[in-house]
């Protein structure tokens, strides 16, 4: 879900029990769940790149994060704090982001960096001469966060000396002078790039990660009984659910593994199966139905908000994360459900 608005808890909610439920649709599409990870993350930029200015010289910065864990939310939260600005005296672009080319390479991965600044040139020229253009549109258009998506693909398509290559073209952006930080985004995997290089190493200590949820601890159950009462908080409707009360965030854990993509997704349906009900909050029976609206013909191998849930985790036979065994392709999806086995029975 592409989100650009931060959840702000809210005294009064009874306004919403006059709105119509493309008006809360439309609400909760902008919702942004500053959770404690993403709130970490996010007050490094902001005291991070005052430093940058002052210093005029870029650093990296690696964010792990699985599948649908917050990378785009997070993007799209940067470009809010710092949006760009065109007006017929100036334009600027503050923050600029592009994905690891198909074939990722340095002139490739600086063809996509001027792409993203809007070079209409941007495939033409050696790396050498894409980096003098790169580095002059960078101050020009002021930008001070580079978000390099999907930086796993190096590692998966490219061999040892071409992970260098790539390490080496990272290194030599973060020489750029530009006051700003560059973003590494991708799974564990991304770690590989920076740790092949020394001098990267060095120029990207800052490492953060967003999580899955669980509830195999008591911090992991902290953590994740926060984001409920944060993604709670911010539900266009006019009561409080209670989603953080143990009958409603263990089917929840459950019918997500612990993904907030997949929860906000739930969330979506629920709200429209409360409104329809004419409820101001959502119950159970809202998260059922909103689970079948999600998973159609797989919610009937189960459904955790169902009353013949037996409190396990959906990994068997023709469930949403089923443990499959097919091959080397399936290892990801067998990880992750694995993971959500464990966090969903320690709860």
Request: hydrophobic share 40%; with cysteine; glycine share 6%.
């Amino acid at each position: 879900m592409n989100a650009d608005a931060v959840l702000i808890p809210a005294n009064d909610r009874s306004h919403w029990a006059n709105a119509s439920l493309s008006q809360r649709l439309e609400k909760f599409q902008g919702i942004f769940v500053k959770h404690k990870a993403i709130k970490k993350v996010a007050d490094f930029v902001e005291a991070e790149l005052v430093l940058r200015k002052v210093e005029m010289k870029a650093n990296g910065v690696l964010v792990i994060a699985g599948s649908g864990s917050g990378k785009t939310s997070f993007v799209n939260f940067l470009k809010r704090q710092y949006p760009d600005v065109d007006t017929p005296s100036m334009s600027t672009r503050p923050v600029v982001c592009f994905k690891v080319p198909a074939v990722p390479s340095p002139s490739s991965m600086g063809s996509a960096l001027l792409k993203a600044l809007g070079d209409p040139l941007y495939d033409r020229g050696s790396w050498e001469d894409k980096k003098d253009r790169a580095e002059n549109l960078l101050l020009k258009a002021g930008t001070i966060i580079i978000a390099i998506d999907d930086f796993q693909d190096v590692p998966s398509r490219r061999k040892a000396r071409g992970v260098e290559h790539i390490a080496n073209w990272i290194r030599d952006l973060c020489d750029f002078k530009f006051p700003g930080l560059v973003f590494a985004l991708g799974t564990e995997q991304a770690a590989v790039v920076r740790d092949a290089h020394d001098q990267l190493r060095r120029r990207m200590q800052a490492r953060f990660e967003l999580p899955v949820f669980s509830m195999a601890s008591e911090t992991d159950i902290k953590n994740y009984l926060s984001l409920l009462e944060l993604v709670d908080r911010g539900l266009p409707l006019a009561e409080h659910s209670e989603l953080k009360s143990m009958r409603l965030a263990r089917p929840l854990l459950a019918a997500t593994n612990g993904i907030l993509d997949y929860l906000m997704k739930l969330m979506a349906r629920a709200l429209v199966r409360a409104v329809q009900r004419g409820s101001e909050r959502i119950e159970k029976v809202d998260l059922e139905l909103g689970f079948e609206d999600l998973h159609q013909v797989a919610a009937v191998a189960g459904n955790p908000f169902a009353a013949d849930w037996n409190g396990e985790a959906l990994t068997g036979p023709g469930q949403i994360f089923e443990l499959r065994q097919d091959g080397p392709d399936d290892a990801g999806v067998k990880k992750t459900s694995r993971r959500g086995q464990r966090a969903t029975k320690a709860g």
